[in-house]
């Protein structure tokens, strides 16, 4: 089992242009979310997925856009980065016993 | 609303001495309350989970943690700390039911003295 994998790794972007982070899990996760980390304030739910189809917003979805058109997928979108949107985003799964799984996280460099 | 607090932003120890990171949360019911572990450049590794019964749980690396229910309070203990728990700790609080959204607390860096 790969877990909770993220591509890409590392990523810099000009202000304005838009991207997609995958997330992919092989546990047969039902729920799958994507956060933020930045300095001194811990982890920001963006949006969640409860199941193959759905999507929710977190605490700051502003920016963001998301898809799971797959069960294992979880897509995050950003239309047009911001340098605000510089950050570390990681994705996670939650398992039977409703730990989270974490991916090793994308670093965004938005210019 | 849910809320997790860790007062303790650094806290630095010497290899050996015994380590106690603090936690407090807000939340109307019994929550499932999580630490987890992330060293430089990784993602988050789950140390330990508290969902019901026995108050003081154990984790992997010889962490354990305690639920006290009168003080809104999981905090984490290590009883001899290894240069390598050198790392930045976060808390949890998860949802029981309905949406399982997780509220983390802004975690604590712990430095470890050789």
């Known amino acids: 089992n790969a877990g909770v994998t993220q591509t890409p790794k590392f990523r810099v972007l000009k202000t304005g242009q838009s991207m997609t982070l995958l997330c992919a899990q092989d546990?047969?996760?039902?729920?799958m979310y994507w956060y933020r980390q930045d300095p001194g304030m811990g982890l920001r739910l963006i949006h969640y997925s409860v199941g193959e189809g759905t999507t929710a917003k977190g605490e700051v979805p502003d920016g963001y856009n998301v898809s799971r058109l797959k069960k294992q997928n979880f897509l995050l979108g950003l239309e047009s980065a911001a340098p605000s949107q510089t950050s570390v985003y990681f994705c996670?799964?939650?398992?039977?016993?409703?730990?989270?799984?974490f991916g090793p996280g994308t670093r965004l460099t938005v210019l | 609303a849910q809320s997790v607090t860790q007062p303790d932003i650094h806290i630095t120890v010497s290899e050996g001495a015994s380590l106690e990171l603090r936690c407090n949360y807000s939340?109307?019911?019994?929550?499932?309350l999580f630490w987890y572990v992330q060293s430089p450049g990784q993602g988050l590794q789950l140390l330990l989970k508290y969902f019901s019964g026995d108050t003081l749980v154990q984790g992997i690396k010889g962490f354990e943690a305690e639920f006290k229910r009168s003080q809104s309070s999981f905090n984490l203990r290590k009883p001899s700390v290894h240069w390598s728990d050198a790392a930045e700790y976060f808390c949890?609080?998860?949802?029981?039911?309905?949406?399982?959204?997780?509220?983390f607390g802004t975690g604590t860096r712990l430095k470890v003295l050789a």
């Open positions: 546990m047969n996760h039902e729920y």
């Open positions: 996670a799964s939650t398992g039977q016993y409703n730990e989270q799984f």
């Open positions: 939340y109307g019911a019994t929550p499932y």
């Open positions: 949890a609080v998860g949802e029981v039911v309905g949406t399982y959204k997780y509220i």
